[in-house]
């Protein structure tokens, strides 16, 4: 059950084969152990439920306290359908439940996703408190207020030569079975497809998922309306199950109960909201029934939780996944610890053609690629950055150094349109980019490797690399969540040639958190470069490297700039006047001096800006 | 028609509930501020102060020992909660943060309910302090009034503490940049704790004084966390006058709301916090990036 790899290396359809197994094999097995029918039923519902909701919590990292009001809304439409008005095809009632709660979802998510962390956390638990006052007073006419909706009818299918008839206990155990069957396999195609690969992305580092060219608000929305479906069609079963829709479907509890659930069996798995139903409801019949603690099971289940939470932080799932590793690593042990420096690039790696940078749209004439006018940026009293003029020409590669504090990452930062300007222009490829997004900015092709790396740490390299890589191949945001990772065109190669060209092919596998501090200096520039920019900024590319890991990294920026345009700030001049042709010096937030190495070298405002004039004194 | 004697004392009655929930969101608000972490056992919390109370007026019948019983035992709930879990959640993510507290809002449910049961228990109001009292506009209980008092000198108490003492000081400079307090030499975890324990005690606090108001019972807190959470979006996450003011407008959106019709009071205080949210996006007094 090793969901949550992008490049999964087990035969294809394993874990659907799997759980097909296991659902068909549950009803002749589960008896023996003594789980009644409508427990099991229970747990698939939960577990249906605790799908979708995984994807939005253990994949894209929004913990939502607000489940409870879309799982009611999808179970109340289906059970008005099929109680009130006369609905008679349970599945269509059904179906129509699910689109209700994923259009309920997209509005309530417009509103929730507008803030991140726990803002996010407080405004859904907010809703879900609407949501249940709603049903029970204004709405009570269609849901029934506090009496909820019986009479739920339970599937019947003619089909002609034979008659199914779903109706109660192990005789509706495979309709729910089939049901969760189906939620599975549409979420796990949706966890490899590169929709996926994006979510996973935006729960390590929402941040960096932007800059790299990602709308991460839209697939925020899309993971939560996927959330919604999911939620609003195990609700419509919840009613077909208990012959009733209960209105507490819509209480805070029902929330808080997925979200453990969730949590106990393992988040970023699909299967832990399953196996956490299983602990919930077998912990609730043992404590309750067979202990006897009556009311006060849930004390006990309460401190388990908060232990689990403290001690074993990925849940049943991850604890066992984790032992597993263990015994595995035990019994042959491998050669992965962290190197302490970083691998060296293989010289043969030298040779890769660098990837082609976007095409430019216009020749390569007199214009400049990028053109900054009058920038200026202001923090309250300070001024980071005064009425800069910068142009940059195409295939250039231009040095920008100045002391610390001189404004060089403020500057760099507007560029990419991270901050925008308190006033001036920014003309990137003929166009005004003035104000526009991170994401749209990268799109158009001027990228940035950031001075602290901005990793997605729970993914490997390739799988970093990789969502670099979609974002030029796919857009910012393609709902292509049915797909397979593997399928989409030129992905593999675009990877695999940019790990090359970083050295890291040895290391391609690595999760982030193993590699040493220059591999990870090398992976940051990789971001940068999977998505094939015309226009590279690099801040402090070298910072932190040892002496050779220098000579190495200046050797790989000079065979990626061929057809490529790139600004790098840096305070290391050796580096910097072998790599660059012009260099930009800034100080106290303006532009001191411009001019090739030699010019720079010999300059006595440069002199004094870095020695503060010590220089006159020792002449003197 | 609208009955004006019936949306004064409705005002007055939004007064009221505005106070408490600036009290409690004020405790939520400077705890997130200062230590990052959201304590979603803070409704817990507010009914915990209830039942404190209540055990030390049963005991001795006397309202005081009961009001002080009640914060003094959140003030030191709270420091044994974050020396003994929080302090380890700092370095982990939000979520992990959320559901570690979340899933002790339910362990201190739950044991009030193992110990106390279900049923609601009362805790009625000082002797000198029962009874009602005619504001002229309205009949009204006295010991309502005399809440607003009591809870508006807690506000004052919290502000002097806040913005005037030298530990205020370093709280307020904690909530802009944590890690740069820490570098002046100050123990950061030493007021992290403290803060926990302030911000809990002012949840105890308002649970004791509130309970002769609504009875007391294992769920209290919970309803009391949602509009707290309200309070804190629409006023700014980490601010104290963005709590208060926060609190007195869904104080009065609720009770306004109620006298037409209780149903929509939730609506109502949802759509005030989505107008906030597209309007004001860090809140009515929050600066942009405190969360």
Known sequence: MNADRLYDRSPRFVIELITAGCLVAAPFVLPYLGAAPNTVNRILVWGLFGIGFDILFGYTGLLSFGQSALYGTGGMVAAYLLTRAGFPHVVTALVIGMVAAAAVGYLVGLVALRRTGIYFAMITVAIAEVFYFVEFNPLSEFTGGENGLPGVPTPRFDLGFVKLDFSTGWSLYPFLAFCYFLGIVVALRIVRSPFGAVLRAIRDNPLRAAAVGHNVHGYKLAAFVIAAAYAGLAGGLLGVMQAFMPPDAFMFETSGQLVMQTAIGGRGTLFGPLVGASVWLFLQDFLQGTLGLGASWKLVLGIVFVLLVAFLRQGIIGGIRDLVRWLRHRAAPVQEVAAEEAAPIVPADRHVAPLPAHAVSHGAGGEPILRASGLTKRYGGLLANADIDFAVMQGEIRGIIGPNGAGKSTFFKMLTCEVAPTSGTIVFEGSDITG?????????????????????????????????????????????????????????????????????????????????????????????????PALLLL?????????????????????????????????????????????????????????????????????????????????? | MINWANFISQVFNGLALGALLALISSGLTIIYGTLGVLNLAHGAMFMLGGYAGFVAYQATGSYIVAVAAGALSLLVLGIVMERVIIRHFYGRPHEDQLLV???????????????????????????????????????????????????????????????????????????????????????????????????????????????????????????????????VVIGGVGSFPGAVLGGLIAGEIISITSMINPGYAYVMLFAAMTLVLMLRPHGLLGTPGRE
Do not use: W
């Open chain 2, 101 to 231: 507290t979340f899933g002790l809002s339910i362990c201190f449910v739950e044991l009030v309910r193992f110990f106390f049961g279900s049923e609601s228990r009362n805790v009625p109001p000082p002797g000198p302090l029962s009874g009602v009292v005619s504001l002229g506009f309205a009949i009204y209980p006295t010991y309502r009034v005399a809440l607003m008092g009591i809870v508006a000198v807690a506000l004052v108490v919290l502000f002097l503490v806040l913005y005037r003492t030298r530990l205020g000081m370093i709280v307020r400079a904690g909530i802009e940049d944590a890690v740069m307090v820490d570098s002046l030499g100050i123990d950061v975890y030493r007021v992290f704790m403290v803060v926990f324990g302030i911000g809990a005690m002012a949840a105890g606090f308002a649970g004791i004084v509130n309970a002769p108001v609504v009875s007391l019972t294992p769920e209290v807190g919970e309803a009391i966390l949602v509009q707290t959470f309200v309070v």
């Open chain 1, 436 to 532: 526009r997004s991170v994401t749209d900015v990268c799109q158009l092709g001027l990228t940035k490797s950031y001075q602290v790396n901005q990793l997605f740490n729970r993914l490997t390299v390739r799988e970093n690399v990789t969502i670099a890589a979609l974002a030029e191949l796919r857009g910012k945001f393609r709902l292509d969540m049915l797909r397979s990772l593997l399928n989409v065109k030129g992905l593999q190669e675009q990877v695999e040639r940019t790990l090359a060209l970083v050295g890291l092919t040895a290391r391609r596998d690595v999760p982030v958190a193993q590699l040493a501090y220059g591999e990870k200096r090398r992976l940051e520039i990789a971001l940068a470069l999977a998505s094939s």
């Open chain 1, 539 to 620: 801040d402090e590319p070298l910072a932190g490297m040892s002496p050779r890991e220098r000579v190495e990294t200046v050797g790989l920026l000079k065979s990626i700039a061929l057809g490529r345009t790139m600004i790098i700030i840096d305070h290391d001049m050796d580096s910097l006047f072998e790599l660059a042709g012009r260099i930009t010096v800034l100080q106290e937030g303006r532009v001191l001096v411009e001019g090739t190495p030699e010019e720079i070298k010999s300059d006595a405002k440069v002199q004094e800006a870095y020695l503060g004039g010590v220089n006159e004194d020792l002449a003197a």
